[in-house]
């Protein structure tokens, strides 16, 4: 199977793709992971995408781009969350792929939702887990519940950084929906409800039930 997951900041496509992940062993590449991951050990990418994602800002095509084709090269089966993030790089991935996409689920929540969802978040500096203080709170408070470490809150999960991401969302990101709708792949998911509401419509989604 191969997926693209888009959706707003906050929307769930973090959460979503690695219960798929669990249960089917289809590979995450997740781009908002692997950047933060670069910027944490200050390679050349790292430094390079930091300035971006601390203002919201889409990180430049040509050092995006390597990176997912670096990581898809090798896989029959992934899910992207997160990428392709507008049309130029939409492209991109067409001609990385050697066979189509199965589908790509577009996630739907509203404003005011995703603003509670990204406000709420707490992540694991050390494991990477996600937590929320309200919907999915750590069992240890403030530490992981995996590995103990601090949560911490994301440093692109600060209101005013929230509020260029989304417009961010709707400039540039957006577009997708058409130019996927156009080849007949987009699979529309209400991301409202718990994580297993909307993880049993995401299967309905992509016909594995
Ligand atoms: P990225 O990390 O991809 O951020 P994003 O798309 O803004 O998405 P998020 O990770 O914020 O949210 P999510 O939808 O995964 O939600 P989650 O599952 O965590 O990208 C960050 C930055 O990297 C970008 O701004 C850009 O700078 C750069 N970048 C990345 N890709 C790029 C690209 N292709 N090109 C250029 N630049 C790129 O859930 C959110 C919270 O809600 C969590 O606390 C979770 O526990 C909770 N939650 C989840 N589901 C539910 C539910 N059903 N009910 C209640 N709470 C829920």
């Given at each position: 199977?191969?997926?693209v997951?888009?959706?707003?900041?906050?929307?769930?496509?973090?959460?979503?793709?690695?219960?798929?992940?669990?249960?089917?062993?289809?590979?995450?590449?997740?781009?908002?992971?692997?950047?933060?991951?670069?910027?944490?050990?200050?390679?050349?990418?790292?430094?390079?995408?930091?300035?971006?994602i601390?203002?919201?800002?889409?990180?430049?095509?040509?050092?995006?781009?390597?990176?997912v084709?670096e990581?898809?090269?090798?896989?029959?089966?992934?899910?992207?969350?997160?990428?392709?993030?507008?049309?130029?790089?939409?492209?991109?991935?067409?001609?990385?792929?050697?066979?189509?996409?199965?589908?790509?689920?577009?996630?739907?929540?509203?404003?005011?939702?995703?603003?509670?969802?990204?406000?709420?978040?707490?992540?694991?500096?050390?494991?990477?887990?996600?937590?929320h203080?309200?919907?999915?709170?750590?069992?240890?408070?403030?530490?992981?519940?995996?590995?103990?470490?601090?949560?911490?809150?994301?440093?692109?999960?600060?209101?005013?950084?929230?509020?260029?991401?989304?417009?961010?969302?709707?400039?540039?990101?957006?577009?997708?929906?058409?130019?996927?709708?156009?080849?007949?792949?987009?699979?529309?998911?209400c991301?409202?409800?718990?994580?297993?509401?909307?993880?049993?419509?995401?299967?309905?989604?992509?016909?594995t039930?």
């Amino acid at each position: 199977m191969r997926l693209v997951f888009v959706g707003a900041p906050g929307v769930g496509k973090g959460t979503q793709a690695k219960r798929l992940e669990q249960q089917f062993g289809w590979t995450v590449v997740a781009t908002g992971d692997l950047l933060r991951a670069a910027i944490a050990q200050q390679t050349t990418l790292g430094r390079q995408a930091q300035a971006y994602i601390q203002r919201g800002e889409l990180v430049p095509d040509s050092l995006v781009n390597d990176l997912v084709a670096e990581r898809i090269r090798q896989l029959d089966s992934f899910i992207l969350d997160g990428y392709p993030r507008n049309l130029s790089q939409a492209e991109t991935l067409e001609t990385m792929l050697d066979s189509p996409l199965d589908a790509v689920v577009l996630f739907d929540l509203d404003e005011d939702r995703l603003i509670q969802r990204l406000s709420g978040r707490r992540v694991c500096p050390a494991c990477g887990a996600v937590f929320h203080i309200v919907a999915n709170p750590s069992q240890r408070g403030e530490q992981c519940d995996r590995c103990e470490a601090q949560l911490v809150v994301r440093e692109d999960d600060k209101p005013e950084t929230i509020r260029n991401r989304m417009r961010v969302f709707r400039e540039q990101t957006e577009p997708l929906v058409a130019f996927y709708e156009e080849r007949g792949l987009l699979r529309r998911v209400c991301a409202d409800g718990t994580p297993d509401e909307v993880y049993q419509r995401l299967l309905e989604a992509i016909h594995t039930t």
